[in-house]
């Protein structure tokens, strides 16, 4: 995932959930299931925490992917709050992680 992408939707309200490439499958499973709706998660080297959840303006470092404190910071931060554009729709973007286009420039 481009940086340039996670910070538009977070700049629309989403809910970035990082983690560090060498946990667990069954860890990412446990981000996954908190993974709200409006949230993209992908791992991401060189983090200061193994798990790194983001919303705009406000970040959380956890030392698992279990921590009860990532479901209270989705609740309290995870619908756009702090965001300065919540309620745009990024609907029709590029669904390549990449921000590659297709022919004659469409996105892909």
């Not at 983090?47 to 030392?63: K, S």
């Not at 404190?69 to 702090?82: Q, V, Y």
Request: charged residues 20%.
């Amino acid at each position: 995932m481009r940086n340039e992408n996670a910070v538009h939707d977070l700049e629309h309200g989403a809910v970035w959930i990082a983690y560090d490439p060498a946990i667990s499958t069954s860890a990412v499973r446990t981000l996954e299931k908190q993974l709200p709706q409006n949230g993209i998660m992908a791992p991401y080297p060189g983090l200061p925490a193994p798990v790194v959840v983001t919303v705009w303006g406000r970040q959380l470092r956890l030392g698992r992917a279990d921590d009860e404190r990532l479901a209270r910071f989705i609740a309290d931060f995870g619908h756009g709050e702090t965001a300065p554009e919540p309620a745009a729709s990024c609907a029709g973007g590029s669904r390549d992680p990449q921000g590659g286009h297709g022919p004659e420039g469409t996105q892909v």
